[in-house]
């Protein structure tokens, strides 16, 4: 074998050992059994609000939370606001728009009947479909 085999055999067996040691530090912990039991490792258990923080979902959604604060807001102007809540309706709707394609692409694909959904499919279908008629009432209202 030549010395650049070699070293390249030894560099990979380094690798592999190294890979080995990192690997095999944690793997014992709790008796092997899933993830180790530390519920609490990263955040601290007095603070119920952190949660509540994470599911912020967009700027539209802090507008409906602080709504008060937002309207009274004098780093954009009214119409500012406006447009730009409409933008982001419009995104939004297209990318609802783009799962209902999908879904209902691929309910024909498979050739699925509507009468074999989970009942709590059913009742959000008819759910969306009244906030849907709703929503265009609000909608006709803005124009």
Do not use: C
């Amino acid at each position: 074998m030549s010395n650049k085999y070699k070293t390249l055999a030894e560099f990979i067996k380094e690798l592999i050992r190294k890979e080995i040691a990192e690997a095999s530090v944690t793997g014992n912990i709790d008796g092997g059994a899933g993830p180790p039991k530390t519920p609490y490792a990263f955040r601290n258990p007095k603070d119920d609000d952190k949660d509540d923080d994470d599911l912020k979902l967009s700027k539209g959604m802090e507008i409906a939370e602080n709504y008060h604060q937002w309207k009274t807001d004098d780093t954009m102007s009214t119409k500012q606001k406006l447009g730009h809540s409409m933008r982001e309706i419009r995104d939004r709707m297209t990318e609802i728009e783009k799962l209902v394609k999908y879904h209902s692409k691929l309910k024909k694909e498979m050739k699925f009947e509507s009468n074999n959904y989970w009942k709590n499919t059913t009742k959000a279908l008819n759910k969306i479909s009244e906030k849907l008629v709703r929503l265009s009432t609000k909608i006709k209202d803005l124009i």
